[in-house]
């Protein structure tokens, strides 16, 4: 079964600095991985997501994020941080060898990220 | 409308209510999914429906109870909840996977706050 592990359940930057949010990840199959981003009071929303074509993904916002098969690991990055940025991130495996019963997503705890001044 | 939507918001219910959750996808998926979102825990997906199927319950208590009339509309009964079971409560859609080699991400719906009282 695949699982996600998100280390530091908050990370705190100032504004104009990197953003980096861990992410490492278990499964038994080459995975399926996602970031989404939850803005208070709303649901998630898809940053970007990895599916074996380039390593390196770029999403919205000016995220992205590098698959490292060596390290099990897809860490999320901002070059520099804006308040706007300030919310709650998940990262999510999906095995690739479901298939017929929808996309299923196992989810980490999630990593606050607060933006100061 | 677009995208996911769910009604209500918000849902304040005592133990002996029955109640609702209302949730409609306009991106033309196949797939639904209900996730349950507490504090301080990973999104615990509940149930899952493709193509108006149920494919996955996550030993859910029978006191919620889904139904999918169509590709574009998921239902969750609420009867006889526990305090325990107050939480923000998100629908999903995506593509069904017909092919292992896709990774189809999800779409989610802003979510119903639920209070149980």
């Known amino acids: 079964a695949q699982s996600v592990t998100q280390l530091g359940s908050h990370v705190s930057v100032s504004e104009g600095a990197l953003v980096l949010l861990r992410c490492n990840y278990s499964?038994?199959?080459?995975?399926?991985l996602f970031w989404y981003v939850q803005y208070p009071n709303q649901g998630l929303q898809l940053l970007l997501k990895?599916?074996?074509?380039?390593?390196l993904v770029k999403g919205i916002n000016g995220f992205e994020a590098e698959f490292k098969k060596s390290e099990t690991s897809f860490h999320l990055t901002k070059p520099s941080a804006h308040m706007s940025d300030a919310a709650e991130y998940f990262c999510?495996?999906?095995?690739?060898?479901?298939?017929?019963?929808?996309?299923?997503?196992?989810f980490g705890t999630g990593t606050q990220l607060k933006v100061e001044l | 409308e677009t995208g996911v939507t769910q009604t209500p918001r918000h849902l304040v219910m005592g133990m002996t209510n029955k109640k609702s959750l209302k949730c409609e996808q306009h991106?033309?998926?196949?797939?639904m999914y209900w996730y349950k979102q507490s504090a301080k825990k990973p999104l615990e997906l509940m149930f899952v429906?493709?193509?108006?199927?149920?494919?996955e319950n996550n030993s859910v208590p029978s006191r919620f109870s889904p139904e999918c009339p169509n590709s574009s509309h998921l239902f969750l009964h609420l009867h006889t909840l526990q305090p325990e079971d107050s939480a923000l409560y998100l629908c999903?859609?995506?593509?069904?996977?017909?092919?292992?080699?896709?990774?189809?991400?999800?779409?989610f719906g802003p979510g119903t706050r639920l209070t149980v009282t």
């Open positions: 999903a859609s995506s593509q069904d996977i017909v092919s292992e080699q896709l990774g189809y991400e999800q779409y």
């Open positions: 499964s038994s199959v080459p995975p399926y």
């Open positions: 990895y599916t074996s074509a380039a390593t």
């Open positions: 999510a495996v999906s095995d690739r060898g479901i298939t017929g019963g929808g996309n299923k997503l196992t």
């Open positions: 991106l033309g998926h196949n797939a």
């Open positions: 429906y493709n193509f108006k199927e149920q494919t």
